[in-house]
């Protein structure tokens, strides 16, 4: 990784570290791994990610410190991200650290369930079992989103109205665990459409 995008991301763990205590950001117990755990993990999911977005633009939902929203930003300047958050004190954090950074392809804005078909990321927001429910309100037919896990299984149920594009699991560095990535496609069936 070239030095600047480097030195962007550290200064984005600095801002990280001051605001931790004040808005819950992260962890209290990976703030010491947050390298493997939080970096690394958006960096690699990022790069994943990149390969499938259609159009130009894409959504982070629940972004809390930003992860991975900020990070692809920082990555990927050419496309517009659009970083999702409810949590007023968080919200803060990422106008500070957008505007401190200098990132310009990005917004902040309150989460509202907009069907779209940018391509939607949420690293942490939704749990795997209620994810499916979770997503319908944001997506059109054709929308693309990104499941996301730790270990080595993948914990989302089957759901037949997302169709999977690609999967791939890796291992984070200082054992720091393995994690998996797939990308989806939505295709609601007609009841499905009709009941809307």
């Given at each position: 990784m070239?030095?600047?995008?480097?030195?962007?991301?550290e200064?984005?763990?600095?801002?990280?570290?001051?605001?931790?205590?004040?808005?819950?950001?992260?962890?209290?117990?990976?703030?010491?791994?947050?390298?493997?755990?939080?970096?690394?993990?958006?960096?690699?999911?990022?790069?994943?990610?990149?390969?499938?977005?259609?159009?130009?633009?894409?959504?982070?939902?629940?972004?809390?410190?930003?992860?991975?929203?900020?990070?692809?930003?920082i990555?990927?300047?050419?496309?517009?991200?659009?970083?999702?958050?409810?949590?007023?004190?968080?919200r803060?954090?990422?106008?500070?650290?957008?505007?401190?950074?200098?990132?310009?392809?990005?917004?902040?804005?309150?989460?509202?369930?907009?069907?779209?078909?940018?391509?939607?990321?949420?690293?942490?927001?939704?749990?795997?079992?209620?994810?499916?429910?979770?997503?319908?309100?944001?997506?059109?037919?054709?929308?693309?989103?990104?499941?996301?896990?730790?270990?080595?299984?993948?914990?989302?149920?089957?759901?037949?109205?997302f169709?999977?594009?690609?999967?791939?699991?890796?291992?984070?560095?200082?054992?720091?665990?393995?994690?998996?990535?797939?990308?989806v496609?939505?295709?609601?069936?007609?009841?499905?459409?009709?009941?809307r």
């Amino acid at each position: 990784m070239e030095g600047p995008l480097w030195e962007k991301l550290e200064k984005h763990f600095e801002l990280l570290l001051k605001w931790n205590d004040h808005a819950g950001l992260i962890s209290p117990h990976t703030v010491r791994n947050a390298l493997a755990v939080h970096y690394y993990d958006s960096i690699h999911l990022s790069r994943f990610v990149n390969r499938y977005v259609v159009g130009s633009s894409l959504r982070d939902i629940g972004s809390g410190g930003g992860f991975p929203g900020i990070v692809y930003a920082i990555l990927f300047p050419e496309h517009r991200i659009r970083l999702y958050e409810r949590n007023k004190k968080k919200r803060s954090f990422l106008a500070k650290a957008v505007a401190e950074l200098g990132i310009e392809n990005c917004s902040i804005e309150v989460m509202d369930a907009v069907r779209e078909t940018d391509l939607l990321m949420s690293r942490a927001t939704f749990g795997a079992e209620k994810f499916f429910d979770s997503v319908d309100p944001f997506l059109l037919p054709g929308a693309r989103t990104v499941l996301s896990w730790g270990g080595g299984n993948k914990t989302y149920p089957h759901n037949p109205e997302f169709q999977s594009l690609a999967v791939e699991q890796y291992e984070l560095p200082f054992d720091a665990g393995r994690r998996g990535v797939e990308i989806v496609e939505y295709h609601p069936s007609v009841d499905a459409m009709r009941d809307r």
